[in-house]
């Protein structure tokens, strides 16, 4: 009955929905241009229509209102081929309870499955961490600066396999190649169980590292299919707390696999790099049938005949992500990106200090996360005692990571609010540096508390994904910053070294001085979009409100360098 009301519906508003785009003569331009600073003014200041303070439902003034604009975007998703371009309906109207509903219904099929592949990723991720509890070094003939160069291995296989990986993704679809991604892993993961030899671990980790690079911004670029701008820095924060859970239930799945040593004559770090590779194999299995192309691509085998969501939804899921970002219907979501668009893409100047805070932002909490169940034998924990005290870290750690990114969608602040993140490893980090010879219980209260610090990735990853303004940029963008965090992980891999060990001084105040310097480059960030807006305001109020108008409709310009799009910050 409500596909036939819908209907009945759509037909009774044809003649005010894309009738009218038929009247309408715009100037063809190849710019692939945003909803533009007047137009979503308007929508600010006159509100109406059935959306509610939590930004849901639609109104009647928005980023299609101006007949001219609606038709000018029309050209652009029929040029581009936009998947869901048969939904766009700028006449369409919803109420925000639908849109609630629909949001949580995208939380449990989307959001929750990018949640449990993540998970397959960093269990692979950060195992080895826990593997080398278990006297997997010495079993090999390895040290920790071999240890080292094994991860600087794998950092720089995943560095650079990342933006060819992303490229490939966007051309076939994430969603058959992720899948592709996950079975890769877990297959070569379970092959270490065979590895005798400090060459045999070297290529192993570089092998992970080309088939694990990219994943992330694949997944996050995806997310932007079914997700609006304001919606997506909490969800990315939920997304990130894979990395606390796989940490706790991973530490506990640790400490009960690595007690099997001597089963079949394997050591227990065998036993657990088998167990996990067959767990994740089965997620990248069921990836194959869960992954749905886009909002209006959910129909097949697997995921039913008549897909996840009703013709209306199709409409609301649409229509809502076009009305917060035009931009997001200029590539088809199976569109390669083209070499010179991967360098324009490289170019744009603006998108670099996000860049630069990436290498740095994540170096200080590296070392010591990486070395803590180590330190803790050292000190004289059993394996099984060392692997449980690392989770009152991680489960402070993913209590921050959604408190932090709750301020920040809640503040509508991002630099500030992310600088946090380094403030609260300070102190830390300072009476690491300051009392060197601390008894065992305090040093483990203050890796405690460098590693549950509130992670700003979400944020920055969002932030981001926001100011990249488009479909190419942002496939581009994303995969450069997780490429410039991975520069940083190589850096911290080389921090504790092996004449430093086992209290790592001479690294400590390495990273204490890194974080004193990562608080000057947050506030820099926020310095310098602020500037860029005022910059951009100036030359926008100098023009007459027809030269706006004129521009929306026929500029050149693309991404963020256009005159009517504003930086986040």
Request: with cysteine; net charge neutral; aromatic share 14%.
């Amino acid at each position: 009955m409500l596909e036939v009301d819908f209907q009945d519906e759509k037909r009774a508003v044809s003649t005010t929905s894309f009738g009218f785009l038929k009247d309408v003569t715009v100037a063809s331009s190849p710019a692939c241009c945003s909803a533009s600073v007047f137009q979503v003014s308007l929508t600010e200041e006159l509100g109406g229509g059935t959306k509610d303070a939590s930004n849901y439902g639609s109104t009647l003034d928005h980023a299609f209102s101006d007949p001219a604009i609606a038709a000018y975007w029309a050209e652009v998703y029929e040029r581009a081929g936009y998947e869901n371009r048969h939904r766009f309906d700028p006449s369409f109207q919803w109420g925000a309870s639908e849109e609630r509903k629909l949001v949580r219904k995208m939380d449990f099929r989307i959001m929750l499955w990018a949640w449990i592949m993540f998970c397959s990723l960093d269990l692979h991720r950060k195992n080895i961490n826990r593997a080398i509890s278990d006297d997997m070094l010495p079993e090999l003939g390895m040290n920790t600066n071999d240890f080292n160069y094994g991860q600087t291995i794998f950092l720089a296989s995943f560095l650079l396999a990342e933006l060819p990986s992303g490229l490939v993704a966007k051309k076939l679809g994430a969603d058959r190649f992720i899948p592709t991604q996950i079975v890769s892993w877990s297959i070569l993961s379970g092959a270490q169980v065979w590895i005798t030899k400090r060459a045999h671990f070297h290529v192993i980790k570089a092998l992970m590292g080309i088939v694990m690079g990219g994943f992330i911004p694949e997944i996050v670029l995806w997310l932007t299919y079914f997700y609006k701008s304001n919606e997506l820095p909490v969800r990315l924060a939920f997304f990130w707390t894979a990395l606390s859970t796989v940490n706790i239930f991973g530490s506990l799945f640790a400490a009960g696999i690595l007690q099997m040593r001597g089963v079949r004559g394997w050591s227990g770090w065998q036993w657990l790099f088998l167990i996990e590779a067959l767990m994740s194999l089965v997620v990248g299995i069921f990836a194959f049938v869960l992954m749905p192309p886009g909002p209006c691509q959910t129909k097949s085998r697997f995921r039913g005949k008549n897909g996840w969501f009703s013709e209306r939804e199709e409409y609301i899921l649409v229509n809502r992500l076009l009305r917060d970002d035009p931009s997001k219907g200029d590539m088809n979501n199976r569109e390669g990106v083209s070499a010179k668009g991967l360098l324009k893409a490289i170019r744009e100047w603006e998108m670099w200090p996000l860049y630069i805070v990436g290498v740095c932002a994540y170096i200080p909490p590296g070392p010591p996360g990486e070395y803590l169940s180590l330190i803790l034998r050292t000190h004289g924990f059993s394996v099984f005692q060392a692997n449980l005290l690392t989770i009152p870290a991680y489960f402070l750690f993913a209590c921050n990571l959604i408190i932090l990114s709750y301020l920040s969608k809640r503040l509508k602040e991002r630099g500030f609010i992310a600088s946090l993140s380094q403030w609260w490893m300070l102190s830390f980090f300072a009476a690491m540096v300051a009392l060197p010879d601390a008894g065992v219980w305090v040093r483990y209260a203050l890796l405690t508390g460098i590693l549950s610090y509130p992670y700003c990735h979400a944020i920055l990853v969002a932030w981001t994904a926001e100011n990249s303004n488009g479909v190419q940029t942002r496939a581009v963008s994303t995969a450069l910053y997780i490429m410039f965090v991975q520069d940083g992980n190589i850096i911290y891999d080389n921090i504790y070294r092996e004449d430093d060990k086992p209290l790592y001084r001479r690294g400590n105040k390495v990273l204490l001085a890194i974080v004193c310097l990562n608080i000057v480059l947050f506030y820099l960030t926020k310095a310098f979009y602020v500037w860029r807006n005022q910059v951009k305001e100036e030359k926008w109020n100098g023009m007459t409100p027809e030269e706006q108008r004129d521009y929306v409709l026929t500029a050149m310009d693309e991404g963020p360098k256009r005159l009517d799009f504003r930086f986040a910050h």
